[in-house]
């Protein structure tokens, strides 16, 4: 008798998978620029769903407390004097890279607003939800000579959710990073912080601690080719995260950086089937090479959190009972 499991053929026995195993991974994604040159696709203009901000513990707060206003010096006076390393580093509070927030902030929002998203839960349940940098990255990606990603994809209740995971070489560089590149950072914020007002029509006040657990992000809807879209990131013009490849960028052509991302988005659309906040779908790239995809469950780069999960799905309608029988 053949055991339980094996199918005896004339020449060779097959042994039946598992139940539990993972989906196989799907074929790569080229990433060659000369593959993605022809007519831009099309593109909605992004329009502002809500926003809301993080405060300088970097708890989520569903309001706009963290926006702040732009007001650059007089143009009629002499030249500011900005001293960007004032305050550094003992009024600098750097937020601890080692805190992977993943999605959740931007699940906050979700959770608050789901009952109110335009289009209502059909047009989420076709959405892919992101983080604006993570579009970005893969906007670059025909034309990115240096620094690899990794995205996880999971698919719930029909949502697709892209999060990026570090590298270990991003990892690497992030640990490594030299003290004057860190400093060089800091100026950053605090130029910010010479430009900026708490209230309108104020002068910033740069005396404060820099603290870059602030933050105000807005969130926004759009559309690219046929993928609904439902993104955020800290706030500066909404149209920034696309415009800049309108416009040439070392030789870029913006068509390119447009017709992959909307490739990529397809491929991952077609890619992740099942329906489980728990599987996840990991789509690495290195300059040079494809897109190449790896099958997970739970952890380490499961990224959909309990909380969200179960609160979502406590919105459902509860299936019809079976009637026992008699």
């Not at 199918?7 to 994604?29: C, F, H, I």
């Not at 890279?97 to 289009?119: I, K, N």
Request: glycine share 8%; net charge neutral; with cysteine.
């Amino acid at each position: 008798m053949d055991p339980r499991g094996t199918k005896r053929g004339a020449e060779k026995t097959e042994v039946a998978e598992p139940r539990n195993k993972l989906p196989r991974p799907a074929p790569s994604l080229p990433t060659d620029p000369a593959l993605y040159s022809g007519p831009f696709p099309f593109y909605r203009r992004p329009s502002e769903l809500g926003c809301f901000s993080l405060d300088a513990q970097r708890q989520y707060h569903g309001d706009a407390r963290a926006l702040r206003y732009y007001s650059p010096p007089p143009t009629n006076g002499p030249g500011p004097n900005f001293d960007l390393r004032d305050g550094y580093p003992d009024r600098y509070q750097p937020r601890d890279e080692e805190v992977q927030e993943r999605l959740d902030h931007l699940l906050c929002w979700l959770l608050e607003h789901r009952g109110r998203l335009e289009g209502g839960p059909g047009w989420l349940a076709e959405a892919i939800v992101t983080w604006r940098g993570h579009l970005t990255k893969l906007l670059t990606t025909p034309y990115e000579r240096q620094e690899g990603w990794q995205l996880a994809a999971s698919r719930f209740q029909g949502t697709l959710y892209l999060s990026e995971v570090e590298t270990p070489n991003a990892r690497a560089q992030r640990l490594a990073r030299p003290p004057l590149l860190r400093e060089l950072m800091y100026m950053g914020y605090k130029f910010e912080q010479y430009m900026c007002a708490d209230k309108p029509g104020s002068s910033p006040d740069p005396s404060g601690e820099v603290n870059t657990n602030v933050a105000f992000c807005s969130v926004l809807r759009s559309r690219l080719g046929s993928h609904p879209l439902l993104f955020s990131g800290e706030t500066f013009p909404t149209m920034k995260m696309f415009e800049y490849v309108r416009n040439d960028r070392d030789g870029w052509n913006p068509s390119v950086c447009m017709n992959f991302c909307a490739a990529f988005l397809s491929f991952a659309q077609s890619t992740v089937v099942q329906d489980d906040p728990r599987l996840v779908h990991l789509f690495s790239w290195e300059p040079g090479g494809p897109v190449t995809v790896s099958v997970h469950q739970d952890a380490p780069y499961a990224f959909l959190p309990i909380w969200y999960v179960e609160a979502m799905t406590q919105d459902l309608p509860s299936p019809p009972k079976t009637p026992s029988p008699k």
